[in-house]
């Protein structure tokens, strides 16, 4: 969300940053709407004004027995009072036409994202480790599991559809201890604050974080008017919604491990095999709330955290700088982490780390209270994962396995199964 005002003082800057996320300009249309919103409300100050004057003089001309300049009054009363009634449902439209118009547009990249229209134009930032190269045909992660057996895809069709899965036994146990490691790494190294968030919000939480109302199709919606939240971010963010915290807080990283659920519209024909694009998956998100200052460091500690995970499950990987025409509606930059499958012979994202600025912040109305000097700011936001715990899952089992088809268990992660150091029929 931008402000009007900033729109009118920087219309180059905000349409040269519309042009690099491919979009046509946009400051001229929003001045207009917005110079006519504020001369409507200051023909409406002035007729309450003037009503409330005339209502003072009704009562002197009643004084003195003027009551022709009574009548007078009355009826010019009457006619500022319908004025008003009606300007104010003019009012509210014309502000929720530049609420629309507002809500619609993406957040304006910063200098240093690199330019480009798809996934094609992402810049790789530097890799990670070697990549492995097995002595035999490496399997992809769901002729693994469908070979061990605990990985059901057509019983899950049939209850829930699609894009479903049914993990049983020891992978079921992998999975959970994957999230498990994940959670204590973000907490005990990395000081994120657990939450155990709402996985149903309403309207405004959403909107907050950018996914209404333009992305409405990627999420699931209840019959009662709730969404099922398709990551943490939405409601972690969103806990500092219309409030006001001290800088002396700040930075605040909050993480959660919860389910995931999403439409994934717009994404027939892609990962139609396997667990890489789910409906319902697990994932460890962070968010961070911080000040202007600090928000660009906070990206790359941030995808630090995320990287972390990988390099202690000694994974293969590579970062990658998104370019504007991959970027997320809501980021500023973004650093993407992939890791690398044996099984599919190539990286696959598995987190995705950005800085929103005061985006998310103006759309919650979430700021903070300067140490130094008077008034608020809007604070800066940033989300990542940390990491998707089907994904992760994936990039264990295809990295791990043998040539029998088993999976060696990594051994960080061997606490967590309870000294399990293989799964194997």
């Known amino acids: 969300m931008f402000d009007t005002k900033w729109i009118s003082d920087n219309a180059a800057q905000f349409d040269a940053g519309l042009a ?5 300009p946009l400051a001229d249309k929003i001045i207009t709407a917005d110079d006519q919103r504020r001369s409507h409300i200051h023909k409406l100050q ?27 009054l009355k009826a010019e009363v009457g006619e500022l009072k319908s004025f008003i009634q009606t300007g104010a449902d003019e009012q509210r439209r014309l502000d929720d036409e530049i609420r629309e118009m507002l809500s619609a547009i993406p957040n304006i990249p910063l200098a240093e994202t690199p330019d480009g229209g798809d996934e094609a134009d992402n810049v790789e930032v530097r890799q990670h480790g070697t990549r492995p190269q097995p002595d035999f045909e490496p399997k992809q992660h ?11 895809f057509e019983t899950a069709a049939s209850m829930s559809g699609a894009r479903f899965v049914i993990l049983k036994g020891k992978l079921a146990r992998l999975e959970r201890a994957i999230g498990q490691f994940m959670l204590d790494l973000q907490t005990e190294k990395n ?8 996985l149903l919000v ?10 209404l109302p333009k992305f409405a199709d990627d999420l699931f919606a209840t019959t009662d008017g709730r969404w099922l939240i398709p990551t943490s971010e939405v409601p972690l963010t969103n806990m500092a919604r219309e409030s006001i915290i001290d800088e002396a807080e700040l930075p605040t990283r909050l993480t959660a491990l919860t389910p995931c659920f999403r439409s994934e519209a717009g994404s027939a024909g892609r990962d139609t095999r396997g667990i890489i694009r789910q409906h319902q998956f697990a994932k460890v998100e ?30 293969h990987y590579r970062v990658l700088a998104l370019c504007t025409g991959d970027m997320g509606f809501g980021a500023q930059l973004t650093f993407d982490v ?5 099984g599919q012979g190539a990286f696959r994202e598995i987190s995705s780390c950005s800085v929103c600025g005061d985006f998310q912040a103006r759309r919650m109305n979430a700021r903070y209270r300067p140490l130094e000097g008077k008034g608020t700011r809007y604070i800066h ?4 994962s940390g990491l998707a715990v089907g994904r992760t899952l994936v990039a264990v089992m295809e990295n791990y396995q043998n040539a029998d088809g088993s999976i060696t268990v990594p051994d960080v992660l061997q606490p967590y199964m309870g000294g399990i150091t293989k799964i194997e029929v």
């Open 142 to 152: 769901f002729e693994l599991g469908e070979a061990l057996g605990m990985m059901d």
């Open 338 to 342: 992939e890791v690398w499958l044996p």
């Open 381 to 384: 936001t940033l989300n990542g």
């Open 286 to 315: 962070m968010v961070c709330l911080t000040t202007p200052e600090t928000s660009r460091g906070e990206l790359d500690r941030m995808t630090g955290c995320a990287e972390e995970v990988l390099k202690q499950l000694g994974m």
């Open 46 to 72: 002035e007729a309450q004004s003037r009503r409330n004057a005339a209502s003072k003089e009704i009562g002197k001309a009643m004084a003195g027995g003027d009551k022709d300049l009574a009548d007078k």
């Open 202 to 211: 309403r309207d405004q939480a959403v909107y907050g974080t950018g996914q």
């Open 191 to 198: 000081g994120y604050t657990e939450v155990n968030p709402p």
């Open 20 to 24: 690099r996320r491919g979009a046509d």
